[in-house]
C-alpha cells in the first residue's frame, strides 16, 4: 500500500531551527513536495525534490534520500508567522499525491 | 490577480439535498484536481481532469461527479449528500499532469447535517 508518515505535532522556540520528517512509500516515485497550510487556509507550496540531496531556498530547505524512503523539511531562524501545518506529499507512478496527514509545528517565543 | 478561487466559501447542506461546488482558475492550467481534507488525515484526491473533456476518478470518488467543459471550470457535485461528506474541499490546478506544482484554492468547508 502506499503510506506517508510524519509526526503529528512539533514544538520550537521562535529563532531556532526544527526539522521536520517525513518517510514515504508509494508506488513508483515521481518526487517528493513539501507544503505549508495555515489553519484556515490552502496549503501553498514550499519545495520539490526528485534526485537525493538538499535543496536551500532562504531560510527553509528540504533533503531527500530516494533509497531510504526520507525527507525532511528544515527550518532556520523560526518566526512565529512559521507556526503553520507542513504537509509532505510523494508522487506516484501515476503522478498522482499521495499526502501526509502533515505536522502542526508551535513556535512559542 | 491571476489564481483559483472557489464558491461557496461554506455551506451548511441537508441530508439528501444536491450540492455544485464550484471551481475557476485562470492560469490556463491543463490539470485540475478536487481533494477533501478530513482531521486526521492527508489529503484525499477525488477527481481529476488532465485537459478540458477529460476526467478520471481518485481515491475517493464515490457520491462525487465532475466535468470539464473548457479549461477554466471544474465543478464538483454532490448528487445526494450525506453526513460522512462533511469536510473541506480544496480546488487545485497545474500546468501538467505530471510533475508540476499544484496550486489551491482558498477552500470551501461543507456541513452535511
Known amino acids: 500500500g502506499q503510506n506517508i508518515d510524519q509526526p503529528t505535532e512539533m514544538t520550537a522556540t521562535e529563532g531556532a531551527i526544527v526539522q521536520i520528517n517525513c518517510t514515504y512509500q508509494?508506488?513508483?516515485?515521481?518526487?517528493l513536495f513539501w507544503y505549508q497550510q495555515h489553519a484556515g487556509e490552502a496549503p501553498t507550496f514550499l519545495s520539490y525534490?526528485?534526485l537525493d540531496g538538499l535543496e536551500e531556498k532562504g531560510r527553509f530547505s528540504s533533503f531527500l534520500s530516494r533509497s531510504k524512503g526520507y525527507s525532511y523539511l528544515l527550518l532556520k531562524e523560526l518566526q512565529m508567522k512559521d507556526s503553520a501545518s507542513y504537509l509532505c506529499a510523494s508522487m506516484d507512478s501515476n503522478y498522482q499525491l499521495i499526502w501526509g496527514a502533515g505536522t502542526k509545528l508551535i513556535i512559542k517565543p | 490577480i491571476a489564481g483559483i478561487t472557489q464558491a461557496p466559501t461554506s455551506q451548511i447542506l441537508a441530508a439528501g439535498r444536491r450540492m455544485t461546488l464550484r471551481c475557476t482558475q485562470d492560469m490556463r492550467h491543463n490539470a485540475m484536481y478536487w481533494y477533501r481534507q478530513d482531521l486526521g488525515l492527508g489529503l484525499r484526491l477525488i477527481h481529476y481532469s488532465n485537459t478540458a473533456g477529460t476526467t478520471g476518478k481518485g481515491e475517493v470518488p464515490d457520491g462525487y461527479s465532475v466535468s470539464r467543459a473548457n479549461t477554466d471550470d471544474f465543478p464538483l457535485t454532490l448528487a445526494s449528500a450525506v453526513p460522512s461528506q462533511t469536510s473541506v474541499y480544496f480546488c487545485?490546478?497545474?500546468?501538467?499532469?505530471?510533475?508540476?506544482?499544484?496550486?489551491f484554492g482558498p477552500g470551501t468547508r461543507l456541513t452535511v447535517l
Open positions: 487545485a490546478s497545474s500546468e501538467s499532469d505530471t510533475t508540476d506544482t499544484q496550486y
Open positions: 508509494t508506488s513508483g516515485f515521481n518526487g
Open positions: 525534490n526528485v
